[in-house]
C-alpha cells in the first residue's frame, strides 16, 4: 500500500516570495506522482504529474516539482507567489499497477500581501 | 468547470436515516472514483469503477455503498447515517481505469448529519 505525507498543514507566505511545499511518500513499488490544487468552494484540480522521465515537471503557472526516488519526496516549488496561489494543494501517489489514488492529507497556502 | 457534476450540493439529515449521492462523470469518462473529505480524516478514497464494474475499494464503511450505471452515472449511498459521517463528498471521473491520467473532480455533495 501507498502512502503519502505532507508535513505542513499551513505555510504562510508574502507575495512574491518563494515557496516549497512538502511531499514524502513510501511505496513497495514503482510510483506514479501528482500534485493538485482546491480553490475555496471547488474540487480539486490537477496542477502537474510525474509518471515517468524527466524527474522535473512544470505546471503553466510557474509550479515545479521534483521527483526525488531516493529520498522518497515531490516537493512542489514556485519562485514568486501570487495572492492567487492562496488554496490547499494536496500531493497523491498511485502505484504502478495499482488502481487507485491516494492524497495526502493537504498543505493551506496562504499568500499574505 | 471540470465537466463532472454532483447532486445534491448540499444535504441536511439526521442520525439514522439514508442518502443518494449522484454523479455525472465528464462526457467520455469511464471511470468514476469517490473520495470523503474531512478535517480530521483528510481526503479518503472509498471506492472506484470503470465502465460499471467495481475496480477497487478502500475505506468504505459497509453502511455505505454505491453503483455505477450503464449511462456511467454513479451513485453513491449512505445509510444508518452517524454524525461522523458528516463531511464532503467528491466524485471524480478519468477517461481510463488506469492511474496515470488525470482525475477530473466535481465541486462536491456536503453532507451535514444532526
Known amino acids: 500500500a501507498q502512502s503519502v505525507t505532507q508535513l505542513d498543514s499551513q505555510v504562510p507566505v508574502f507575495e512574491e516570495a518563494p515557496v516549497e511545499l512538502r511531499c514524502n511518500y513510501s511505496?513497495?513499488?514503482?510510483?506514479?506522482l501528482f500534485w493538485y490544487v482546491q480553490y475555496p468552494n471547488q474540487g480539486l484540480q490537477l496542477l502537474l504529474k510525474?509518471?515517468?522521465?524527466?524527474?522535473l515537471v512544470k505546471s503553466i503557472n510557474g509550479f515545479e516539482a521534483e521527483f526525488n526516488k531516493s529520498q522518497t519526496s515531490f516537493h512542489l516549488r514556485k519562485p514568486s507567489v501570487h495572492i492567487s496561489d492562496t488554496a490547499e494543494y494536496f500531493c497523491?501517489?498511485?502505484?504502478?499497477?495499482?488502481?487507485?489514488?491516494?492524497f495526502g492529507p493537504g498543505t493551506r497556502l496562504s499568500v499574505l500581501p | 468547470d471540470s465537466g463532472v457534476t454532483q447532486t445534491p450540493k448540499h444535504l441536511i439529515t439526521a442520525t439514522g436515516q439514508r442518502v443518494t449521492l449522484r454523479c455525472s462523470p465528464r462526457?467520455?469518462?469511464?471511470?468514476v472514483y469517490w473520495y470523503q473529505q474531512s478535517l480530521d480524516q483528510g481526503l479518503q478514497f472509498l471506492i472506484h469503477?470503470?465502465?460499471?464494474?467495481?475496480?477497487a475499494k478502500g475505506n468504505i464503511l459497509e453502511r455505505f455503498s454505491a453503483q455505477q450505471f450503464p449511462d456511467l452515472h454513479s451513485e453513491l449511498n449512505l445509510s444508518s447515517l452517524e454524525l461522523g459521517d458528516s463531511a464532503l463528498y467528491f466524485c471524480?471521473?478519468?477517461?481510463?481505469?488506469?492511474?496515470?491520467?488525470?482525475?477530473?473532480f466535481g465541486e462536491g455533495s456536503r453532507l451535514t448529519v444532526l
Open positions: 471524480a471521473s478519468s477517461v481510463s481505469g488506469e492511474n496515470t491520467g488525470e482525475l477530473f
Open positions: 511505496s513497495s513499488v514503482s510510483v506514479y
Open positions: 510525474y509518471l515517468s522521465g524527466s524527474t
Open positions: 497523491a501517489v498511485s502505484a504502478a499497477y495499482g488502481q487507485n489514488f491516494v
Open positions: 462526457s467520455g469518462d469511464l471511470s
Open positions: 469503477y470503470y465502465n460499471g464494474e467495481e475496480r
